[in-house]
């Protein structure tokens, strides 16, 4: 069913349709026409952001995002004698159960201080928010954040040089010179833990913090397949040969770019188990047992340095999606018969 006609009023067609099927066609409908997304946004609510850094509210020790009315920003952009208009610049991000959409808009051109004393909070990198936001927080800021930095990436068609135009909820740019349609693309990445049965195998690069070690990880190239990527990065980077491996999730990951996170399993022959790390791509690499891994779970995820000056091994936090496939791992051994 799609939302046309006598559904126009969203509230009603939400009442017919209160799943999450709903939301979804919902969203679909502001993607795919200009007049109901118009609609939306002057009863929706605004992620703001200032060149990528998201308005945040510090309460305590976490960060919330404060949606604001369509009413404070026209108040806002009035304040600023901006056009209204600028409404027309933000993305879709989402909608609540009540079908009230929410969209993201970056002020970049506007003066920060101004908007920050207005609205009374700070534009703040999202990386360094990002582990302190609650929970719906972080994906939304985190596609929002995405989606806007594709859109200023991409103002240009490739092709012919000449402007694109984005559709109301930013759903895709067009050329309208060649009429090529261009949509939001993430760079898929295959995070693995590999294991020898008994140990599992962590590494580190020299831009990560002293002492934290991570599953593998790299970017499919074209053409690859999950499976030929995960096998060509464990023997890039650490010289070994996946035996077998099998899928667990995955996770939209911001940083530095839109990655999508798949992650999953390998498990190779023990008694071809030995590492040559690839000092291009890796600064250390190693096998950890069940007990060391328990032992880092046990700590807090940041440096701690040892008498030697060496560094604890630590691992990523919990919303990394490299924590879980750690916690899977460790279930797993506990679960096998010894
Ligand atoms: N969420 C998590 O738990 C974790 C997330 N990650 C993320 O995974 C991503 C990949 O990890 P990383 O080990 O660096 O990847 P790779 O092992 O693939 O090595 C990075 C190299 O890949 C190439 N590259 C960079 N961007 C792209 C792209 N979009 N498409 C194809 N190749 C690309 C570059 O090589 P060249 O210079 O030759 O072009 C770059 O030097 C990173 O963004 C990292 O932030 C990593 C670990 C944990
Ligand atoms: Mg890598």
Same mark, same amino acid.
């Given at each position: 069913?799609?939302?046309?006609?006598?559904?126009?009023?969203?509230?009603? +067609?939400?009442?017919?349709?209160? &799943?999450?099927?709903?939301?979804?066609?919902?969203?679909?409908? $502001? /993607?795919?026409?200009?007049?109901?997304?118009?609609?939306?946004?002057?009863?929706? &609510?605004?992620?703001?952001?200032?060149?990528? @850094?998201?308005?945040?509210?510090?309460?305590?020790?976490?960060?919330?995002? =404060?949606?604001?009315?369509?009413?404070?920003?026209? @108040?806002?952009?009035?304040?600023?004698?901006?056009?209204?208009?600028? *409404?027309?610049? @933000?993305?879709? *991000?989402?909608?609540?159960?009540?079908?009230?959409?929410?969209?993201?808009?970056?002020?970049?051109?506007?003066?920060?201080?101004? *908007?920050?004393?207005?609205?009374?909070?700070?534009?703040?990198?999202?990386?360094?928010?990002?582990?302190?936001?609650?929970?719906?927080?972080?994906?939304?800021?985190?596609?929002?954040?995405? $989606?806007?930095?594709?859109?200023?990436?991409?103002?240009?068609?490739?092709?012919?040089?000449?402007?694109?135009?984005?559709?109301?909820?930013?759903?895709?740019?067009?050329?309208? &010179?060649?009429?090529?349609?261009?949509?939001?693309?993430?760079?898929?990445?295959?995070?693995?833990?590999?294991?020898?049965?008994?140990?599992? $195998?962590?590494?580190?690069?020299?831009?990560?913090?002293?002492?934290?070690?991570?599953?593998?990880?790299?970017?499919?190239?074209?053409?690859?397949?999950?499976?030929?990527?995960?096998?060509?990065?464990?023997?890039?980077?650490?010289?070994?040969?996946?035996?077998?491996? +099998?899928?667990?999730? @995955?996770? %939209?990951?911001?940083?530095?770019?839109?990655?999508?996170?798949?992650?999953?399993?390998?498990?190779?022959? =023990?008694?071809?188990?030995?590492?040559?790390?690839? /000092?291009?791509?890796?600064?250390?690499?190693?096998?950890?047992?069940?007990?060391?891994?328990?032992?880092?779970?046990?700590?807090?995820?940041?440096?701690?340095?040892?008498?030697?000056?060496?560094?604890?091994?630590?691992? =990523?936090?919990?919303?990394?999606?490299? %924590?879980?496939?750690?916690?899977?791992?460790?279930?797993?051994?506990?679960?096998?018969?010894?």
């Amino acid at each position: 069913m799609i939302y046309q006609g006598v559904y126009r009023t969203p509230s009603l +067609w939400c009442r017919l349709h209160s &799943t999450y099927v709903r939301k979804m066609r919902y969203l679909f409908e $502001l /993607k795919e026409d200009d007049g109901i997304c118009r609609q939306a946004q002057n009863s929706g &609510t605004f992620y703001l952001f200032h060149n990528l @850094s998201p308005f945040l509210k510090k309460v305590g020790s976490k960060y919330l995002a =404060p949606q604001i009315s369509v009413a404070e920003m026209k @108040s806002m952009l009035g304040k600023f004698r901006q056009n209204e208009q600028m *409404i027309e610049d @933000s993305v879709l *991000i989402g909608c609540s159960d009540e079908c009230m959409a929410y969209f993201a808009l970056d002020l970049g051109s506007l003066e920060k201080s101004v *908007i920050e004393s207005e609205l009374r909070g700070l534009f703040t990198e999202l990386r360094k928010a990002f582990f302190q936001l609650d929970g719906k927080d972080a994906p939304l800021l985190s596609s929002a954040q995405a $989606l806007l930095r594709w859109h200023d990436t991409h103002q240009y068609c490739s092709k012919t040089g000449q402007p694109t135009q984005k559709n109301l909820a930013g759903s895709k740019r067009v050329c309208h &010179t060649n009429g090529i349609i261009y949509y939001p693309q993430m760079s898929p990445v295959v995070i693995t833990l590999v294991s020898d049965g008994s140990r599992c $195998l962590l590494a580190r690069q020299a831009s990560f913090p002293k002492g934290m070690y991570s599953a593998l990880a790299g970017f499919c190239d074209v053409g690859e397949t999950l499976e030929e990527t995960v096998r060509r990065e464990v023997a890039e980077e650490v010289g070994l040969e996946v035996e077998s491996l +099998w899928y667990s999730a @995955s996770q %939209h990951w911001p940083f530095p770019n839109s990655s999508l996170m798949i992650a999953c399993h390998a498990m190779v022959q =023990p008694q071809q188990s030995k590492i040559s790390v690839n /000092k291009l791509e890796l600064e250390a690499a190693g096998w950890f047992s069940l007990e060391e891994i328990m032992e880092a779970l046990g700590r807090e995820p940041k440096p701690l340095k040892q008498e030697d000056g060496s560094f604890s091994l630590w691992l =990523p936090p919990k919303w990394a999606i490299a %924590h879980q496939l750690i916690q899977e791992w460790v279930k797993l051994q506990a679960s096998s018969p010894a």
